[in-house]
């Protein structure tokens, strides 16, 4: 079976940083995917970690330990526009797993 | 432009009723897949498909039938059978179910199915 446990929520400030943390435990492991979902639309691809490290996309980070099968995914610089869930994914046979997406309040 | 596209984006059914919700995609993905969210839920997957004429259940198939004809649509059926349907349905494609992809899913804008 596959469990992907994420925070419910997080409130942060306009210009701050926020890490969302990610843990798995899956059957297999092929990759692992954060997306972006605003209210009542779908999910937007954000950044893809198959080797443990970090990758940096812009204002967007997103870390793997396979080890340790935890992920988190580091938003800087806080818009109001990133007021969003963020659902960290995992990738076994052949397809996606879901953790119940973080939703992440973005205050002024 | 190359995308998926879901219809309707809204949808009410009555109870007893079989209802289908079309997905096409013109990006020449081998791969589809629904999910099923609900409210504080992560996505559920319900069927996915491979390669035309072959398709497999996910995670709560129960209540849902799909068919895979051509590439480019995976349509969904849900059926009587399926005792609470209402939850937003997601379409996904990608270039291939390959384990060693970064791609990941492209979605498409989802359907929103209400029971009356």
């Not at chain 1, 899956?26 to 009542?40: E, K, V």
């Not at chain 2, 996915?48 to 259940?57: A, G």
Request: aromatic share 12%; glycine share 10%.
């Amino acid at each position: 079976g596959q469990n992907i446990d994420q925070p419910t929520e997080m409130t942060a400030t306009e210009g701050a940083i926020v890490q969302i943390n990610c843990t798995y435990q899956t059957s297999g492991f092929n990759g692992l995917f954060w997306y972006q979902q605003h209210a009542g639309e779908a999910p937007t691809f954000l950044s893809y970690n198959v080797l443990d490290g970090l990758e940096e996309k812009g204002r967007f980070s997103s870390f793997l330990s396979r080890s340790k099968g935890y992920s988190y995914l580091l938003l800087k610089e806080l818009q109001m526009k990133d007021s969003a869930s963020y659902l960290c994914a995992v990738r076994s046979d052949y397809k996606l797993s879901f953790g119940a997406g973080t939703t992440v309040t973005v205050r002024a | 432009d190359g995308g998926i596209t879901q219809s309707p984006k809204y949808l009410f059914r009555k109870e007893g009723q079989n209802v289908t919700l079309s997905c096409e995609q013109n990006l020449n993905h081998d791969a589809m897949y629904w999910y099923r969210q609900d409210p504080g839920q992560g996505l559920r997957l319900i069927y996915y498909s491979q390669i035309v004429n072959d398709f497999q259940k996910g995670d709560i198939a129960e209540g849902y039938s799909v068919s895979r004809e051509k590439k480019e649509s995976f349509p969904l059926t849900v059926t009587s059978a399926q005792k609470n349907p209402t939850a937003f349905y997601l379409c996904a494609s990608s270039i291939s179910s390959s384990t060693g992809s970064g791609y990941g899913y492209t979605f498409g804008s989802g359907t929103r199915l209400t029971v009356v």
